[in-house]
C-alpha cells in the first residue's frame, strides 16, 4: 500500500514537498516514483529513483525544478517540488516499481512495470 500526502493549494514560484509512505511491500529492493495527471490530460511519469538513491530520472518539464529523494528506513519517498507553476496543477501519485532500475516501461505507467499505486494528492498551483 502507498499513501501520498503534501499536496495543497501554492502561489506561482512557491513550493510543497509530497510524501509517500509505503506499508505491505519491499520497499527498499524497488525503484519508486511519482506520477501525475492533470484534467483532461494524459498520466504523466515525473521521476523516479533507484533503491540506492544512486540514480534519478525527471521529465523534462520538472528538471531543475522537483528534486525526488526515498529514506528506505522510513519506507518513505518525498518529492520537493519548487519555483510550482500552473501547469504543475495535477494529481500526483507515487508507484513502486517492479524492478530495481527506473526503466522505461515503469515512467510511462505500463502495467506490467508497476506493482502499486497510491490513492494521490492533489497539488493545485493559483497564477
Known amino acids: 500500500q502507498l499513501v501520498e500526502s503534501g499536496g495543497g493549494l501554492v502561489e506561482t514560484g512557491g513550493s510543497l514537498k509530497l510524501s509517500c509512505k509505503a506499508s505491505?511491500?519491499?520497499?527498499?529492493?524497488?525503484?519508486v516514483g511519482w506520477f501525475r495527471q492533470a484534467p483532461g490530460k494524459e498520466r504523466e511519469g515525473v521521476s523516479c529513483i533507484t533503491p540506492n538513491s544512486v540514480k534519478t530520472r525527471y521529465a523534462d518539464s520538472v528538471k531543475g525544478r522537483f528534486t525526488i529523494a526515498r529514506d528506505n528506513a522510513k519506507n518513505t519517498l518525498y518529492l520537493q517540488m519548487d519555483n510550482l507553476k500552473p501547469e504543475d496543477t495535477a494529481m500526483y501519485y507515487c508507484?513502486?516499481?517492479?524492478?530495481?532500475?527506473?526503466?522505461?516501461?515503469?515512467?510511462?505507467?505500463?502495467?506490467?512495470?508497476?506493482?502499486?499505486w497510491g490513492q494521490g494528492t492533489l497539488v493545485t498551483v493559483s497564477s
Open positions: 505491505g511491500l519491499t520497499f527498499a529492493g524497488r525503484a
Open positions: 508507484a513502486a516499481s517492479s524492478y530495481d532500475y527506473c526503466s522505461g516501461a515503469f515512467l510511462r505507467g505500463e502495467d506490467n512495470a508497476l506493482d502499486a
